[in-house]
């Protein structure tokens, strides 16, 4: 589906101005995504790699990935952490094979066991003098000219970024104080704790997922389980966030639990809206988590990680990118160190809301592909994101794919498109 | 143990495959008990002791609200499984309850006819006896992979 295209579809420069139009040609093609690898999420954006909670030990490390390139966190005895490319200073072997471990003494790659401390310096080249004088590196050869690439690592609220660019801003200023303190929120000082993870592979464009997740106009219609519960309608109370670079957003609602406009929804004879019930609602009996009493909020940071409130399914959902038209969708489950049993159960049984097999999201697994397939034959046309207006502006009003715009107004920017 | 108990089991997971494969999804519910637990994880996460689920319910009625989600509510394409259940292996028997293990493999044939190894797995299962026969207090499903293509709608 991708490579065929790319010698008669039109050049990267054939992409109208403004943000209410996007050629599906940026779906399709190798040459878009190999840019998209270097120029942005190995440029000046912040990505998601894990959780401190990963780590929580000296010498431990984790496997993740910075867009399609293999990455290795690590923390290190003076309890630091770091984060380098998981490839082989030598020939380009991963260096670590598995998701997770423990390397007090550091790494040592299986091809030809060069070995790694835990930040990432080359330490040693076996042979390196060669054996009885013969063979060995020659003599100019330095270990510490050699070393696979490093990341800027920082945290916010025990969630784990890091950066290939020197030059990107620091990680606060890179969320701006809005986003910043909307995780924040979610997270309360806690202690965060790995509940499960799974991984769902979608048979898209990471984009399209990422535009998924932004699109808060769907969510009401597509998914019927959300609204007529109640989680989530767009006659509730809420609001769209865009950040002045349009690359992150916050969608979030509250439970109105005033006269709310039930009539609005069955004045547009939509799909989603029937008198569904639940044999066992205790599925929904979560408990008061949030003051606030914003029962859902989801949030992206640019380029490709979403953090999802949806009553109290907390979760983490990283974008892996895995080709023009494949993409890993890695669920990270969360609960607190201080949740009750009671709490944790609701946790459990909220968790069915998400997911793959998610009673609100299995939907979002599988619509990238609608729109995939449905635009194979069509590079050159393009999509019409002009609800709401044709700006990248937070609003009240859900009815709007503002939050859509802002990403490709980051995107643009990024790439320099 | 006695090989009638063997074969009991051999059946109802026979009966279980089937009622799947042929789309009566109604039907999937009354092979467990009211107090039941079905849940799908994967077995990365129980080595890691994690305690989240691909799909977690803990009562018949949430069993039955399954099915009804997807019957009514979701939206996924047309599909179906093949399943093939292993022999049982009947792991301990008490008074209330006998507890067996099962290897599984499942096909998902879609509507365009790709036909796609979708899940293997062990059905990790707790079995009552009833005079109606056997029911399932519990079924935690362990797929041997965390990953899932695209989306996972029907009940493993």
Redesign the interface.
Known sequence: MAAEGSTVAPTPCDWPEGLTRVPFWLFQRDDVYAKEQQQLFQGRVWSFLCLEADLPNPGDWRATHVGDAPVVVTRNQAGELHAFENRCAHRGSLICLE?RGKADKGFSCVYHAWTYNLEGDLTGVAFMKGIKGKGGMPPDFKVGDHGPRKLRVETHSGLVFGTFAADAPALADYLGEEIASRISRVFRGRKPV??????????NNWKLYIENVKDSYHASI?H??FT?FELNRLSQKGAIIVDETGGHHVSYSAIDKGPTGNAVYADQKIRSD?D?K???P??LHGFEEYEDGVTLQILTVFPAVVVQQIQNAIAIRQVVPRGPDKT?LNWI?LGFEDDTPDE?IA???Q??LV???G?IS??D???G?FVQRGTAGAPSEKAVIEMGGKTAEGSESRVTEASIRGFWKAYRAHMGM | MSQELVFAIAQAQAAYGRCLDEDRLEDWPDFFAQDCLYRVTSAQNIRDGYEASLIFLNSKGMVRDRITALRDANIYERQAYRHVIGQPLITAQTKERVTSEASFIIARIMRDGTTDLFATGRYLDSWRQTSAGLELIERVVVCDSSRIDTLLALPL
Request: aromatic content about 12%; charged content about 20%.
């Open positions: 998701e790995v509940l499960g993870r799974f991984t769902q592979a979608l048979p597509l019927l389980f007529t029937s569904y639940l044999a066992d205790s599925l890993d489950y944790r946790r459990l049984k968790a069915n997911g793959p097999a009673y299995m939907e697994g599988c619509v592909g």
